[in-house]
């Protein structure tokens, strides 16, 4: 399985620990866009990787100096191809990690003879090159669809085929990168594996299926996903996969849905009643005022304030849609006021 964590990688190894090294964030797995890689590879494939050999490399300059990196070569045996050609069977792919003992997400890159994998690569000169450490390669599926086709159509095409892996890793895998296309023919497979199994069988399985299918605009399971959200876990992949469903809830954005988010604006659960709050801000649902009205007395600030600048839209009263500064600075002038409002409309 990826790596689900938001990484704080540090970048400089070999600085002593008194000294400041620079940081990266990393994103989650499943943020990543199929189309965007594909548009930025020379190639992309699939095949077995046979063999992985280091690259001897000499330091240049003086006896005191190294070389920063460690380099590598995988030779791998092509499946398919989605995007490029080639005139053999097998490619060689060159990266690279840093020396040192430690290896992090970010610039440290491992591939494992025997395994298999989808390459998004670059081409520099006459060497292919993983596009970025990130997302160079994927663990996927052996499981393919009967006819290749090129292009994202045939990723497609295999991640369905993917969608029946009985390896967690792998599946999971599949699943994030078919709600990473973008757009699909249908969101039916995905349905498909929570309805059979998939998802009730692993909580990961689930909630990266859920992710998925927000991605691709399905909110079909949108009510289903909030008890996930509200299940308490200490796993802490599952508990991303809660954050990241929230963050898929907080940018819906189609007024049918406000149903389901109304009723999760009532959660006990923060982070979802917030989600939903501001999904319903942004939407200017209208039959949401009730919502924005009780969410006046939310214990969490960042409701309050959606509550308050939601119904000022809704009335176009932007005497009382205050900066987040003015609103911290006076909070109760606002609540107060939207209060009397609600109070004369129901006289």
């Known amino acids: 399985m990826r790596v689900f964590f938001h990484l704080l990688v540090i970048m400089s190894m070999t600085a002593p620990p008194w000294f400041p090294v620079a940081a990266e964030v990393i994103s989650p797995a499943g943020a990543e866009s199929l189309p965007a890689l594909m548009s930025q590879s020379a190639m992309v494939l699939t095949g077995d990787v046979v063999s992985v050999e280091e690259v001897p490399i000499t330091p240049v300059g003086s006896t005191k100096d190294y070389a920063p990196s460690r380099v590598f070569v995988a030779a791998v045996a ?3 191809i989605y995007k490029g050609q080639s005139d053999v ?3 060689r792919i060159v990266y690279e990690n840093p020396r040192g003992k430690s290896c992090f ?5 491992k591939i494992s003879p025997g395994e298999y994998y989808l390459f998004f690569l670059e ?3 006459t060497e292919y090159r993983l596009l970025n450490p990130q997302y160079g390669k994927f663990p996927l599926s052996r499981l393919h669809a009967a006819t290749q086709v090129m292009g994202l159509a045939g990723i497609e095409a295999d991640l369905v085929a993917g969608l ?8 999971v895998t599949t699943v994030e990168l078919f709600g990473s296309l973008g757009h699909v023919s249908s969101t039916e497979p995905l349905r498909a594996a929570l309805a059979h199994g998939g ?4 909580p990961i399985t689930q909630g990266a299926i859920y992710v998925s299918l927000f991605r691709l605009g399905d909110y079909s399971r949108l009510s289903e996903s909030g008890a996930f959200i509200e299940t308490t876990t200490h796993d802490p992949q599952v508990s991303l996969l809660q954050q990241q469903l929230c963050a898929q809830i907080a940018a819906i954005r189609e007024l049918q849905t406000s149903p389901t988010l109304i009723t999760f604006s009532r959660s006990s659960t923060d982070q979802l009643r917030e989600s939903a709050v501001h999904a319903l801000r942004e939407m200017s649902a209208t039959d949401a005022i009730p919502t924005f009205v009780a969410a006046l007395d939310d214990p969490l600030q960042p409701v309050r304030y959606d509550a308050v600048l939601a119904l000022a839209t809704l009335e176009k009263n932007w005497d009382l849609a205050p900066s987040l500064q003015l609103f911290s600075e006076n909070e109760i002038k606002y609540i107060t006021a939207w209060k009397n409002w609600w109070l ?3 006289r």
């Open 78 to 80: 092509i499946n398919r």
């Open 89 to 91: 069977r097998s490619i």
């Open 105 to 109: 997400v970010s610039d440290c890159e």
């Open 123 to 125: 081409k520099i000169g």
């Open 164 to 171: 029946n892996e009985n390896d967690p890793k792998r599946l």
């Open 199 to 202: 998802g009730k069988s692993s």
């Open 344 to 346: 004369k409309q129901a």
